[in-house]
Each structure stands twice: as C-alpha cells, then as structure tokens.
C-alpha cells in the first residue's frame, strides 16, 4: 500500500500577487503562543476611580525571530456596561487571525456610566441597567473605550520589536459595543471630533440603592455626587506614541457610530471597513435610530415594560454605508447584510420575534455564520496589507532528505532541483487552494525544472515516488 506522509508545510509570500496574498492571510496555517493578562495602562472609570486595563495577546508560531506581522486589536460587547476581553467570541477572532499570521489582542476597555435604574419599571432581569442618568454618559463611556483602545495600540506598536508588529499594517476589529469603540479609536483622529459631553459637565447624581445588581457598579462605592470632569484628548493619557502607526482595516461586526466620523477624518490613509449587520437588530440599528430602539419596542408592546430613556441616536452598518457611497467620501467598504426586517408585528413564538430574541438570546444581534463572515473579513483585510514581512510558519521549511529526498534550493530563483534516493514518478506544483499549476511526469531519480513562470508566492509541491508521497511547499522568488 502507498503511504503519504504529508509534512504540514505552509510558507509565506514574499511579493503582492492579489490571489496569493488574499490565500495567505486567510489560511490559518500558524501555531499561535499567548500571553494573558498583560497590564498595558491605567485610568479612571466613570466613579473617578483609577482602574487597571489589561489585554491577552496572541502571536503566530515562526521559524524567524524578525520579520514584522500585522497587528489586530479585538474589543467585545456589552453595551458599554458589560463584557470582558476573556469573551469567548472575541478570544476565538484573536485565535483565528493569529493563526493566519496576525499579532493580535483582546482588549480591555473601561465599562460603566452613572446609571438611574429607579427609571424602569420591568420583571425582566438585568433590565434596570440598561438606564443611564442621562443621554450624555453613553457619550462619556463611548469616549473612554476609544481612548483605551487607542492607548493599547500604542502600547503594543511601542513594543514592536518585542511583539513583532510591523506597525504599517495595523487593523482593529469588534463586536457591538466593542464595534463601536473601534469604529471611533480609527476614525476620530482630529480634536475637533471629540464629543463635548467628554468635556467637563456637571455632577450626576448616584445610582440607587439596587445599584449592585449591575456589573458596572460592582464594587464601587458611591457617595454624594458624582463629579464628571473633562475626560482630555481623544488620545487618552496611556503612554505616548514613540512611532506612527497606520490603520489598514476596521472590522466592524453589527458596531456603529454616534456620530459622522467619516466626513471629517484627516488622516491621509483612509482605513478601509468590512461590515456585518442584520436589518432586524433590536440592540444596534443598522440604520440610524436610538440605541435599543427595537428592544423598546419589544418590551413596551409585548411585556408591559418601560421604554428604555437616555439612549442616544446611533449610525448603523447600512447609513456608515451610505454616507460613503452617497457623500463620494471614497473609503473601501465591504458591507454584508442579512436584510429581513424585524417582524415587529409578532410577539408570540414565531422565529425571530420579540419573546425569541428577548428571552432566548436567539436574535438578530449577531452572526448569521461567524465561519464565514469571519473569512470574509480575512479575505477584505488580506487586499489592504502593504509590504507584507510575514513570518514562515514553524518547522515548514523541513527538509526530505529523512524520507530520502531533498528540494533544493528553497526559497527558489530560477531552478528548482529535487533528488531522490527512490524512482521519482511524478511532481505536481499546486496553488495553497489546491489548483495544480503544473504536472510532470519524472520516473527517474533526479528532476529538474525551471520555474521564472511561476508568480512569487508559495506553492505545494507533490513528490510521488515508487512507494511513497511526499508533500512539501516551496517558495518562488
């Protein structure tokens, strides 16, 4: 019987080619090492209390200690009150992408506003948290999580000989809540955009005495008033910048923007953005609506429920969207839609109604395939990489000569040689997608081809001996 000993050997691109190098960042082809919980600053939270901010970071396998890899910041939801960046969602983005040759992180950001859960009046658990004291605190937590996450951008690119980062090619990705802030860390980049309610305001009053029962009020203490001082530049105070960085891409997955940040950008790269959204988001409209607007409307018609007060007017996936394409402001946009409506008209058991999405989490603020749209966005992200310096994977360049056969030279040039100890019967060149370039027909022990024809890049070669296949990859120049 003929045994295959595949050798999983998968190389990296050394040139531009736009199918080749769309194959290579969407390809989860590394091991990935992680180091958790790294502090990377410090700040206050919405009590004026100094809270520290940390980050788990994922990095590809390589044989080589010094190419530089792109860099991905991930930030999970949680309406800007909940979530955490051990999220099991936002842990498997870092994973993915770090496995197709990315640095990534997941990030904290701080969370909480004042809240008034002495406005509702609902049996449904958690609801009470969803009030804040007034419309002015959404813009608040807003502004801290886009300076967090611009803080740990210039934390990990200050570090980038350490990390590896080639700070040229940076992307920044979220989910809800989490879409939103780095929708804002990328786009709000003059001092003109910062919100004026991150100015300083008068004093809020606190919480009410259920005030625990929220995780963002957990542990805190409250005491008098609260005062709401001026929250400083939209860089936030997390260590300087010791080198630029350019932002390529923005996965923003059902995020949005509170206000026009795409109109009045300065910066010279435009960054470009892959969007998801489903028309039918009761949380985040993929229009321009209030926050929760759907979710009123579910629990004021069907469970007897106050609407939810003080929730800002948000831009969606769809009006970012039209904004570019009807203002000619000329970013590169792929938007993803699922666009059956919201059936507000149902309240009873009907798939996607208002008792399916409240009460069993089983709704339209989310993926309809997080498999695919996540390959989506790879494939998006892949096109905006410039220069790219990747990394070969670890122990893929593994000579033959143990199964008695060496490739040779590899990377190649010009001419590519493979000996064998055993009758060569046939090679194949093939693409990483599996489309064969070339075939030949050897049966001898020595082969020799020339392959200036070949586009730079990264194939598979396959070996077929008399009693044995061998598979490896090899590297054109």
């Known amino acids: 019987m003929k045994i295959k000993n595949v050798l999983t050997a998968l190389a990296i691109f050394f040139c531009t080619n736009a199918s080749l190098n769309a194959q290579q960042w969407v390809d989860q082809v590394y091991d990935v090492d992680t180091i958790i919980d790294v502090t990377y600053g410090s700040a206050l939270n919405f009590n004026n209390n100094m809270v520290q901010l940390k980050m788990d970071i994922f990095m590809p396998k390589c044989q080589d200690t010094t190419t530089k890899r792109p860099l991905m910041i991930v930030a999970h939801g949680g309406g800007l009150i909940a979530g955490t960046y051990k999220d099991a969602s936002i842990q498997d983005i870092c994973a993915q992408f770090a496995r197709r040759g990315y640095v990534t992180a997941s990030v904290e950001y701080r969370l909480g506003y004042v809240s008034d859960e002495g406005l509702y009046q609902c049996n449904l658990a958690g609801y009470q948290c969803l009030f804040a004291t007034d419309t002015m605190e959404w813009y608040r937590a807003y502004f801290r999580g886009i300076q967090d996450i611009k803080g740990a951008t210039r934390y990990l690119v200050n570090r ?82 010791l080198y630029p960085y350019t932002i390529r891409g923005v996965g923003n ?60 007017y948000i831009h969606g996936s769809k009006t970012m969207t039209d904004w570019n394409t009807n203002l000619s402001l000329g970013y590169s946009f792929q938007s993803e839609y699922v666009t059956t409506p919201f059936p507000y008209e149902y309240i009873g058991l009907q798939a996607k109604n208002c008792y399916d999405q409240v009460v069993n989490g089983n709704g339209c603020h989310a993926y309809d395939s997080k498999t695919i749209r996540m390959t989506n966005m790879a494939n998006f992200f892949a096109t905006k990489i410039v220069n790219p310096e990747t990394c070969v994977p670890f122990n893929s360049l593994i000579t033959l000569q143990s199964n008695g056969v060496l490739v040779y030279p ?68």
Request: one cysteine or more.
């Open 160 to 241: 980038k000989d350490q990390f590896h980062i080639d700070e040229q090619n940076v992307f920044v990705a979220g989910e809800s809540a989490g879409a939103i802030v780095i929708i804002g860390s990328a786009y709000m980049d003059d001092p003109s955009e910062k919100p004026a309610a991150a100015n300083a305001i008068a004093a809020a009053n606190i919480p009410n005495t259920n005030a625990q029962s929220c995780d963002h009020n957990l542990n805190q203490v409250f005491s008098g008033t609260i005062a709401r001082p001026d929250l400083g530049s939209i860089e936030g105070a997390i260590e300087p910048a």
């Open 253 to 312: 997955m059902y995020g949005a923007m509170f206000f026009d940040l795409l109109s009045t950008s300065t910066v010279a790269v435009k960054p470009a953005m892959y969007s998801f959204h489903q028309a039918c988001d009761i949380i985040v409209p993929w229009d321009s609506k209030k926050v929760y607007s759907g979710l009123t409307w579910c629990l004021t018609n069907g469970y007897n429920c106050n609407g939810i007060i003080n929730t800002p």
């Open 410 to 477: 590899n990377p190649v040039n010009d001419v590519l040689n493979i000996t064998s100890e055993d009758l060569i019967q046939s090679v194949r060149i093939l693409t990483l997608s599996g489309t064969v370039v070339k075939t030949f027909n050897v049966n001898q022990s020595t082969f020799q081809t020339k392959v200036p024809e070949l586009s730079s890049g990264v194939y598979m070669l396959e070996i077929t001996l008399e009693n044995l296949g061998v598979q490896t990859t090899i590297i054109r120049k």
